[in-house]
């Protein structure tokens, strides 16, 4: 049998599932690989990527359930444009101190042609209700974080040690995406900071009731999540317009596994820099994954 024949005849047997697992892990290496050998971004872009953050996280915490409810803008929408929540149905620009009103018809009392102008019609304002000169109508913040050493001392480092606090009750369900990985490790409690800090959250204290409670809150969202009393999931939580949730379009890894390859202790027990030696050994397993599925699915992407 020729050597083409094998590797047909080897193909042929393995799973599509399988092949799709293939694919994951090869882009995710590669990624991860890209931002270890690109983590050496400059300093200033590093502090303006970070500062963009914290913007975005102190104006997003001004959109109040009470004052945002079923509302079809998201936060994250005006957020990003600069816009801090006053009121319901209004916000003003940080920068240049403009006001916009967002408030909608109720759905059931227009035609959806007007509901849908009305839309169209904030959002455009969204942008264009800035003044001219106002930085956020031309650069809006963005969350391509540069996931460097800044970024990780800066912003995440710190969200994992908010989980230090005593007696706290995490009960948090691992991601589909690393129930396989945790499986094969006996530190599962011990990586539960990593993943909830990677997916933005961070522990907090309130008073309720009279008795001190923790508080899971993303960063990205504001949303909110009282531990303690039922199983959190890290994942389903956050808003359904939560930043931390977007994929990569150019591999299709979400951003916070991007995070989590480069804050995780399991991950970074390798000390030592990414060389060439270790961007061919990805390289081909990316080629043999695209191999077997050119030959088995021509048509699958």
Known sequence: MSAEASVSSTTAEIPLEKIREMKRKACEKLSSLIQAI????????????????????????????????????????????????????????????????????????????????????????????????????????????????????????????????????????????LTSETAQTKCLQSRQPFIGASLGWSIETEKLGGQKQYVAVCDYCARSFTLGYAAFDPVKTHQRWCPVLDVNPDDGIPVWKLIYNQVSPVRKQRTAPATTRDVECAKRALDRSLSVVSREIPGDS
């Open 38 to 177: 690109s983590s050496n971004s400059s300093p200033k872009r590093s502090k303006a990527s970070v500062d963009s953050f914290f913007t975005y996280k102190q104006l997003v915490k001004s959109y109040k359930f009470e004052l945002c409810a079923g509302n079809e803008l998201s936060p994250r929408e005006l957020a990003v444009h600069g816009w801090e929540c006053k009121a319901r149905d209004q916000v003003q620009c940080i920068a240049c101190k403009q006001y916009l009103c967002t408030s909608l018809p109720k759905i059931t009392s227009v035609d959806i042609s007007v509901y849908n102008k009305c839309l169209k019609r904030i959002r455009h304002n969204i942008i264009n209700s800035h003044v001219l000169t106002c930085i956020y109508r031309s650069q809006p913040l963005e969350f391509k974080h540069d996931v460097d050493e800044h970024f990780l001392n800066e912003i995440v480092r710190p969200r994992v040690s908010t989980y230090n606090a005593e007696g706290i009750k995490l009960s948090m369900i691992i991601p589909d995406e």
